[in-house]
């Protein structure tokens, strides 16, 4: 039974020490912005451009034949929408406001 409690106090050491419990919050948190990003793409922007397109009714249903197969790119052009918006929150969001997060922390208090 010793042995099975080394372990678990290894296990927990390990949790803390390598901050695992800060990578799932954030692989839930990015999963979270991801699901809400997809959402916007999919159910706002990709209707707004099926519209400037009036023969299809989504973004996602923009498709071309070659002969008895269907070429559908428009779910390719709407992922590719739904990366470039994911991108620039994670930049915009992320990282330049952490860089200016620490900015301010590292400037000297105003007099």
């Known amino acids: 039974m010793s042995r099975v409690k080394d372990q678990f ?7 803390r020490t ?15 912005v991801s699901d809400l990003v997809g959402s ?3 159910d706002i922007v990709n209707p707004l451009i099926g519209l400037a ?3 299809f009714g989504n973004l996602t249903d923009m498709s ?6 269907s070429i559908g790119y428009g779910k390719f052009i709407a992922l ?4 470039f918006i994911l991108a620039a929150i994670v930049y915009f969001g992320i990282v330049k406001l952490s860089a200016k997060l620490d900015q ?4 000297p208090p105003a007099k």
């Not at 106090?9 to 949790?15: L, P, S």
């Not at 590719?80 to 990366?83: A, R």
Request: no cysteine.
């Open 9 to 15: 106090k290894g296990y927990i050491h390990f949790i």
């Open 18 to 32: 390598q901050g695992v419990a800060g990578f799932a919050i954030g692989f839930i948190l990015g999963k979270a």
């Open 40 to 42: 916007f793409v999919n």
């Open 53 to 55: 397109f009036t023969r």
């Open 64 to 69: 071309f034949k070659i002969g008895t197969a």
């Open 80 to 83: 590719f929408i739904n990366f």
């Open 104 to 107: 301010a922390k590292d400037a």
